[in-house]
């Protein structure tokens, strides 16, 4: 069955660039699908931060998309989030997931998901 | 498309039903809803898509219902393993929305 694991550093920097890598077993990434990353602040609701086609497409989040980078790495069954000049409001779980998409166009919900890594943002 | 969802929380005993609402502001395309269940330290289960079809593995318990900007999930006969934290989510306009959540705990 389809896994997801994120990894990455729990801590980082005001000011600095977070990086998380999602690993997937048991689906080539190529194969199709939209892959997801959705954050959760410490005791909050779900906010889904983009996502990236197995094409390479990318679709995020107008909030986030000044900060943003979503890669795939076909070859390493990975697909990578980079968000730039953090703060603390950046403190969250951060999942990977992949999205399943709806009949016609570009609208996903999410199965299978990782389990989550927190991330803080502090000096 | 900002989701809304009532009751904030819900208190219920087991083997009682629980309705679950979730408004959007505007009207969600094709019915491209989601549900999931979220427990303490857990990532978010779907539960629920295409507002009325459920996920891989839900049991027959947990029902979905609604179009345009409203839709329900309905819990016909709460088991202990329920009680927990629901999300709506859609995925029929950009950018994808998430519900606030309703928390659904033992009375």
């Known amino acids: 069955q389809v896994q997801l694991q994120e990894s990455g550093p729990g801590l980082a920097k005001p000011s600095e660039t977070l990086s998380l890598t999602c690993t997937v077993s048991g689906y080539s990434i190529s194969s199709g699908y939209y892959w997801g990353w959705i954050r959760q602040p410490p005791g909050k609701g779900l906010e889904w931060i983009g996502s990236i086609y197995h094409s390479g497409i990318t679709y995020y989040n107008p909030s986030l998309t000044s900060r943003v980078t979503i890669s795939v790495d076909t070859s390493k069954s990975q697909f990578s989030l980079r968000l730039t000049s953090v703060t603390a409001a950046d403190t969250a779980v951060y999942y990977c997931?992949?999205?399943?998409?709806?009949?016609?166009?570009?609208?996903?919900?999410?199965?299978?998901w990782g389990q989550g890594t927190l991330v803080t943002v502090s000096s | 498309n900002v989701l809304t969802q009532s009751p904030g929380t819900l208190s219920l005993s087991p083997g009682e039903g629980a309705t679950l609402s979730c408004r959007a502001s505007q009207s969600v395309s094709s019915s491209y809803l989601a549900w999931y269940q979220q427990k303490p330290g857990q990532a978010p289960r779907p539960l629920m898509y295409g507002a009325s079809t459920r996920a891989t593995g839900i049991p027959d318990r947990f029902s979905g219902s609604g179009s345009g900007t409203d839709f329900t999930l309905t819990i016909s006969r709460l088991e202990p393993e329920d009680f927990a934290v629901y999300y709506c989510q859609q995925y029929g306009s950009s950018p994808i929305t998430f519900g606030q959540g309703t928390r659904l705990e033992i009375k």
């Open positions: 997931a992949r999205g399943v998409i709806g009949a016609a166009g570009w609208g996903h919900w999410f199965d299978p």
